[in-house]
């Protein structure tokens, strides 16, 4: 049924003059059809007769006076197991070759958690990666920053996180592309499926190359899935977010076009509301949990701006890549004096496991300025406690190295996935002197190093 007709166009924004007497909502789905093509648009404002709407792809070919009819109440994505290894748009539509035979879906909007479903005293989340559970642990529930760029393996420790939790818990993860490249996008999909990880997770992309209310969107419907494997199988789900930072990017263009006044930064009124409406729905539960890791892209390497700042906020916690360390041939790459969590506590690790990251760090730290010395004067010059600290330093740093399962293709080095009781153990020894006669080359890439010794 008719409810109105399109009265102006631009590329972000189509206003529809309604009939009288029709009553639509907020978020409301729209379409009109030209030569056998559909259109679709949301509803983001509605004045007397007029409603704003949101475009979901080009405008090309739509003119005014074309009639217009309502599709349903709200964007909606499959909500069953029917999800799971398939690859969706933002607006829950396939983009793979696969096909999907529809249980159940639900709108994307939908869930918002009541203070009391909230479990904020979620376990902690291990990962068998020695890096992240040693500096860095996970709580389940928790929302981590992930920074890096290009190039310094930040997929494969993805990759890793993934399959190491479906191997220990049986849970399954979802991706969310927020504007990256096709391409990247494309790789991840063909990375996933030759590591044998598609048939683990959901995956939602909303591309670069698309408009910025698909760009917007595709976190919603990402959420979604996280929530019916949460709420519904009772799983503790992993979820990916590259890039956090674009989502607001697409709401800020979104805003500009409907003409609505930013504040003095250029990012819209909403925007604190917009990322709180996002991260408030990632929460640990009685059921199960989401823990989200979060690319955020850092504008101008500004850490200051207000939007970085403002999902910061949100965080638990960041994992820093950095490129010096993938230099130095240390994967993964994780710059442990920049990568804090919140669990670094002592009621929630144990006195011991925090007395051993402070000791890690305050070696490691020292181990940077004596590389500086070393260069100028050499190694002979430094005080018999100094090389200590350098020559333990050194076997520290090696043994954060890890063989990841996703790379045993390529490394022909098995995976290793290392408990933490085995970790402590481990760094203690090194600190203490127990491996000194050791030679450090012997920690480079593997597991844990008193098991595989005695």
């Not at 639509?24 to 007397?48: H, M, N, P, Q, S």
């Not at 479906?166 to 999909?189: C, D, H, P, Q």
């Not at 805003?255 to 819209?268: R, T």
């Not at 989200?292 to 638990?316: C, G, K, N, R, W």
Request: hydrophobic share 35%; glycine share 8%; with cysteine.
């Amino acid at each position: 049924m008719n409810i109105g007709k399109i009265i102006s166009i631009s590329e972000l924004n189509v206003k529809v003059f309604l009939d009288d007497n029709v009553k639509i909502d907020i978020k409301d789905v729209l379409k009109c059809e030209v030569d056998g093509k559909e259109y679709r648009f949301e509803v983001v404002a509605v004045d007397e007769n007029v409603a704003t709407t949101i475009p979901f792809d080009s405008v090309i070919g739509l003119k005014r006076g074309l009639d217009v009819s309502r599709i349903g109440e709200s964007l909606k994505i499959e909500y069953s197991d029917a999800a799971i290894g398939k690859v969706f748009n933002s607006y829950g539509e396939l983009l793979d070759s696969s096909t999907l035979v529809s249980q159940n879906t639900r709108g994307v909007y939908d869930k918002n958690l009541n203070l009391d479903e909230v479990n904020i005293n979620g376990d902690i989340l291990w990962t068998g990666i020695k890096v992240i559970d040693f500096f860095a642990p996970l709580q389940k529930g928790f929302k981590m920053g992930l920074l890096g760029g290009a190039g310094v393996g930040k997929t494969v420790l993805i990759k890793e996180l993934i399959n190491n939790v479906y191997m220990t818990l049986k849970s399954n993860a979802v991706f969310v592309g927020v504007g990256e490249r096709s391409r990247e996008g494309k790789e991840m999909y063909d990375e996933m499926k030759e590591s044998d990880l598609l048939d683990k997770m959901c995956i939602v992309f909303g591309q670069m190359g698309e408009n910025s209310t698909s760009r917007s969107k595709a976190i919603y419907s990402g959420l979604t899935l996280a929530e019916y494997l949460r709420d519904v199988k009772g799983q503790d789900v992993l979820l990916f977010v590259d890039n956090i930072y674009r989502f607001v990017q697409a709401k800020s263009e979104i805003s500009n076009e409907l003409k609505n006044v930013p504040v003095e930064n250029g990012y819209p009124t909403t925007m604190v509301s917009d990322v709180s409406d996002v991260e408030e729905r990632i929460n640990s539960t009685d059921h199960g949990s989401i823990t989200s890791f979060q690319a955020i892209y850092i504008p101008a390497d500004d850490i200051t701006d207000e939007a970085v700042q403002t999902i910061l906020s949100h965080m638990d916690g960041q994992l820093v890549l950095d490129r010096k360390v993938a230099e130095k041939g240390i994967y993964p790459a994780v710059n442990v004096f920049k990568t804090t969590s919140k669990s670094i506590d002592i009621e929630k690790i144990g006195q011991k496991h925090y007395d051993l990251v402070e000791e890690s760090l305050k070696y490691l730290t020292r181990y940077e300025e004596l590389e500086e010395i070393i260069a100028v004067l050499g190694i002979e010059e430094l005080s018999e406690e100094d090389k200590k600290i350098f020559y333990r330093s050194r076997k520290l740093r090696n043994y954060f190295t890890q063989p990841m399962f996703v790379a045993q293709n390529y490394t022909n080095i098995p995976g290793k996935f290392v408990k933490i009781e085995d970790v402590l153990i481990d760094v203690e020894n090194i600190l203490n002197g127990t491996y000194d006669k050791e030679d450090e080359s012997k920690f480079l890439f593997i597991g844990d190093y008193h098991g595989s010794v005695h």
